[in-house]
């Protein structure tokens, strides 16, 4: 059908100022889907009332119209307006029946966004605004409604037909070449929560008994022959159903949970009522094509997606702006499980280490915004490390702030608040305040303002009036690159304890920072001391001290929190990698001095101390990575920052070479493959262990990864010696990856890996080596967990090349990012966020990504990816 004005881009930014409620309340929704790959007809039911006085907006976008009715009279063309992104009824009465027919194409759909063909099967995403990719639609979190879905499909090519909810009805059409199912769900929910499935699947069975004594049959549907793989997953659900019992008392609702594994699938995960999708890559595993990395990963998103069915689903967010509060209040859920799971101050490290690289170099850069931003052009664009990373930090902060008990308390009220409704983040707070008494409007700041703040520590020496004190002043400041003008105080809950030679020599504290300086005394200790500042992390800021080697080697030897112990370690590594990295850029050799000296005898005891597990001895040996550092310092040259990192790889294998030997042939393989955390442990130490006795070019280290690559009974061991393998060079290299690639050609997730150390790899020939990639027979530019792998880990994870002063890395990234925009710009928008570290890098850099932002924007991109272009370039 016609649209009535000319295909029109909306320009204008979407305001959370502008904000209104809707005209009319959907009381219920049937869908009728005729599913056929190239033409699939969508007839919808909407029972429509008026909620206040204005139109009906229906959103659509790449649907065809065929029919709209009103309580059963077919409407002319005239009756209403249809533009490229909107049907709009008006005059409608207090209660109507509205009818709309289209028609769309899921095979030729390839940006994955509402429905499309993945394997030959039938799948959905709707979130954030996919759904108006189906049918008109108010698709907007605030309109809730109960939908009942009715499927038809070809019975031979889509045995299963899934969708939300409970299946109350199913049977054969077309005397058995055509069957349908229906499904109701009975939990209003808006439409970014809608899902179907139809296809061809190998399923795994179990069950849930809940805490009320409900069975709950559980179901995972994944490729034929993929079943034993999705084993892993299902044990992670059933921990993550009992665990959402037992801390936040939270207990399942329908009768049944499903979980699909896709292949092709923008993000992670999507937490559609109980019917969740999942990128395959986070669903499968087992011991030979998957990394204990994978294992984490899986157990933690398959909790992740559980959580949401509280925290995103029964309370769901008024309006987009509102993202942190299912995404940050569930990450701080999924990361409270994995600690409960595995290793409380090893996951700590983990995600501190994942906020850094991720969040604090966005919150430096272009795309900096509040973990509840104002504006936003793409909501796609804003699934970003602050919303969910962040996010989950203000919540851990708040628990930090109240307590275990009040946090708990103001949680329930939460959920029984709120429960069935479209919140707001004020709405969430409220809560906690009605619980506690307590008054969290200065924390509010949090979610408002852009930025790391900067948490500066001065000690001064005791001072002999009236009796010996010393004073400890915090100071808070917000940097002005960060964007906002005039940013107000936060609260910043700081933990902290006195450390001595010989262990702490105070309690732990807890100080409030509120206004911009506060100061605490303590009285004279008789002894010198380093200050254990921000234990377990106990807020998101950079932390400013005058500390010293000898303050951090102190904390590295003394500290009872294992966190700051890490931390210690981590800021001399990174004091060691900027000083070399400045003396690289200046043409310097590297210099072995006292301060390298001692960081490589404290790794030493810390390897030999039995109180430490494996896990954290790894963290512990692995420096800060490269983006830590260009992020913290003013300008760098990324090279010589990666050069600098590898200089301290080498140091500690040449230091601690005899200890790294001894424990890599202590650790070798425990026989029967396990992936909990203490087996996954041994293996990252082992591997670490190797890792950096190959920074030394040591051939016996090259026959030991040989031998390891031949021998490995698991893919963390295998791809570590293939990694460590692709370090050292020389020959062995291709014959290893041509190896590599035959044995595992038949497994798409571990070809991902094949191409993502292909991608990460310091090629000798140089840029053509990574172009000959994309034109690999195994290459899909449509699949984007293979774009990802790839194009990917080029740009993240290849400083030599990517960064490579000629700009052929630049430009080679560039081309993938606009060819994958054609297909996908949701994949291609994300993608080029990689330029986001520019104003980081040396001028030469600078300029270099600075025009390769002016091509892509000349090159009218879509959307998603005009939006960061032009943040990144800030012109
Ligand atoms: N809510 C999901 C994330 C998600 C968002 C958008 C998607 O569309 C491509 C897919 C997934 C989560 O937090 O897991
Ligand atoms: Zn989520």
Not at 45 to 54: D, S
Request: glycine share 6%; proline share 5%; aromatic share 8%.
């Amino acid at each position: 059908m016609k649209t009535d004005t000319a295909p029109k881009q909306k320009q204008t930014p979407t305001r959370l100022a502008d904000y209104t409620p809707p005209n009319f309340n959907i009381e219920a929704v049937s869908l009728d889907f005729d599913l056929n790959p190239k033409e699939t007809t969508i007839r919808s039911q909407l029972t429509v009332t008026r909620l206040a006085p204005g139109p009906l907006v229906l959103d659509g976008e790449d649907i065809t119209l065929k029919s709209v009715s009103l309580d059963g009279k077919t409407l002319k063309r005239s009756d209403y307006s249809l533009t490229q992104t909107q049907l709009i009824l008006k005059d409608l009465p207090e209660r109507s029946l509205i009818e709309i027919e289209t028609v769309c194409n899921p095979s030729e759909n390839s940006t994955l966004m509402g429905l499309y063909v993945s394997g030959g099967r039938f799948c959905t995403q709707c979130e954030a605004e996919g759904f108006r990719r189906i049918t008109y639609y108010p698709d907007r979190p605030d309109v809730l409604s109960v939908f009942r879905v009715r499927l038809q499909a070809d019975l031979k090519d889509y045995p299963y037909l899934l969708a939300n909810g409970n299946m109350v009805e199913s049977g054969a059409l077309d005397g058995g070449q055509r069957h349908y199912a229906i499904w109701e769900d009975p939990f209003p929910k808006p439409a970014y929560l809608f899902a179907l499935v139809a296809g061809e699947f190998d399923i795994l069975e179990d069950s849930f008994t809940t805490m009320t004594g409900r069975d709950i049959p559980l179901t995972i549907y994944v490729d034929p022959g993929d079943a034993s793989r999705a084993e892993y997953a299902m044990d992670s659900l059933k921990r993550s159903m009992k665990w959402d019992e037992e801390v936040f008392g939270r207990e399942y609702d329908l009768d049944r949970f499903m979980i699909v594994a896709v292949r092709d699938f923008n993000f992670g995960a999507m937490e559609n009522k109980g019917l969740n999708i999942f990128n395959s890559s986070l669903l499968l595993a087992d011991a030979a094509t998957a990394t204990d990395m994978n294992f984490e990963r899986i157990e933690s998103v398959v909790a992740h997606e559980y959580f949401h069915n509280w925290t995103g689903n029964r309370i769901t967010c008024r309006d987009w702006f509102q993202l942190c509060l299912k995404e940050g209040f569930t990450v701080f859920r999924d990361q409270e499980f994995s600690a409960d799971q595995r290793d409380r101050a090893v996951q700590r490290i983990k995600d501190v280490k994942a906020l850094r690289m991720r969040q604090f170099a966005e919150d430096a850069g272009p795309l900096s915004h509040p973990v509840r931003p104002s504006e936003y052009m793409k909501i796609d664009n804003f699934y970003t490390a602050t919303i969910y990373e962040k996010g989950a930090e203000l919540i851990r902060m708040l628990k930090t702030m109240l307590g275990e008990d009040d946090f708990r308390k103001g949680s329930d009220v939460y959920f029984e608040r709120l429960d069935g409704t479209a919140a707001t983040v004020e709405q969430f707070l409220e809560s906690f305040e009605i619980a506690t008494g307590r008054d969290l409007s200065q924390f509010m700041r949090w979610y408002e303002q852009a930025g790391t703040p900067e948490l500066s520590v001065e000690v001064e020496s005791p001072v002999n009036m009236p009796v010996s004190l010393t004073k400890i002043t915090f100071t808070q400041k917000f940097s002005p690159a960060s964007g906002q003008a005039d940013k107000q105080p936060v609260i910043i809950p700081i933990r902290w304890q006195a450390i001595g030679d010989t262990g702490p020599i105070t309690e732990p504290q807890l100080t409030l920072l509120k206004s911009k300086e506060n100061a605490v005394s303590l009285p004279d200790m008789g002894e010198d001391f380093s200050l254990s500042i921000l234990q377990d992390f106990s807020a998101p800021v950079i932390l400013k001290t005058r500390q010293t080697s000898k303050d951090h080697l102190r904390l590295m030897g003394q500290d009872p929190n294992a966190f700051k112990r890490w931390e210690a370690g981590q800021t001399l590594a990174r004091e060691l990698i900027g000083t070399q990295a400045k003396a690289i850029e200046s043409g310097q050799m590297p210099k072995v001095n006292k301060a390298l000296r001692g960081y490589c005898q404290a790794l030493g005891k810390t390897l030999d101390d039995v109180n430490f597990n494996s896990s954290f001895k790894a963290l512990a040996l692995t420096p800060p990575a490269a983006t830590e550092i260009i992020q913290a310092s003013e300008t760098s040259d990324p090279i010589a920052v990666s050069l600098a990192g590898e200089w301290l790889s080498r140091a500690i294998g040449d230091t601690l070479h005899e200890d790294l030997l001894n424990l890599y042939h202590a650790l070798s393989d425990e026989g029967t493959f396990s992936p909990d955390a203490h087996s996954a442990g041994r293996r990252a130490l082992r591997n670490r262990c190797l890792s950096l006795l190959a920074s030394r070019q040591d051939p016996v280290v090259a026959g030991l990864a040989i031998e390891q690559l031949g021998t490995a009974t698991n893919m963390t061991d295998e791809l570590a010696a293939l990694m460590t393998l692709t370090k050292l060079g020389g020959k062995r290299v291709e014959t290893s990856m041509t190896e590599f690639f035959e044995k595992w050609k038949n497994n798409p997730l571990v070809i991902d890996k094949w191409f993502s150390v292909q991608g990460m790899r310091k090629h000798d020939s140089g840029i053509e080596a990574i172009e000959a990639l994309v034109n690999h027979s195994a290459y899909d530019p449509r699949n984007p967990n293979r774009v990802r792998s790839l194009i990917g880990s080029f740009a993240m994870a290849n400083p030599h090349m990517f960064h490579a002063v000629d700009g052929s890395g630049y430009a080679f990234f560039t081309q993938q990012v606009l060819d994958m925009d054609s297909r996908n710009p949701q994949v291609a928008a994300r993608l080029l966020g990689a330029y986001e570290v520019w104003r980081k890098l040396d001028a030469k850099r600078q300029g270099l990504i600075k025009a390769q932002l002016r091509h892509v924007i000349g090159a009218a991109p879509s959307k998603n990816v005009m939006e960061i272009a032009n943040k990144t370039l800030g012109e």
